[in-house]
């Protein structure tokens, strides 16, 4: 397999990277509504800690880089928290 064959399969990754992203915002939707019909709040502190060392404990397996890892989770977090914050603000008017 040649550079450009590399290329296209990264290429491939990404864009499925990008669909499970978005799958992911769809899913914090749902929690949303959810968190919205218990009466919990957005935020949830010790949800996303648990997210993180699960994600950090799996870089560690894989021999992945554990702090970009935790970098890319912190901005998945930050993605969903900000997307329920929005749904908030739409229900409030």
């Known amino acids: 397999m040649g550079l450009a064959e590399h290329r296209r399969e990264i290429e491939e990754i990404d864009e499925e990277i990008i669909r499970l992203i978005d799958r992911r915002i769809d899913i914090t939707e749902l929690i949303f509504e959810a968190k919205r019909k218990d009466g919990l709040p957005i935020c949830d502190p ?14 560690e397996e894989l021999d992945l880089d554990e702090e970009a890892v935790s970098e ?7 993605m969903s928290l900000q997307k329920q914050h929005e749904l908030q603000d739409e229900i409030r008017g």
Request: avoid cysteine; charge should be positive; charged fraction near 45%.
């Open 46 to 59: 010790e949800r996303e800690r648990l997210v993180q060392r699960k994600a950090r404990r799996l870089a």
């Open 72 to 78: 890319i989770f912190g901005i998945l977090i930050r």
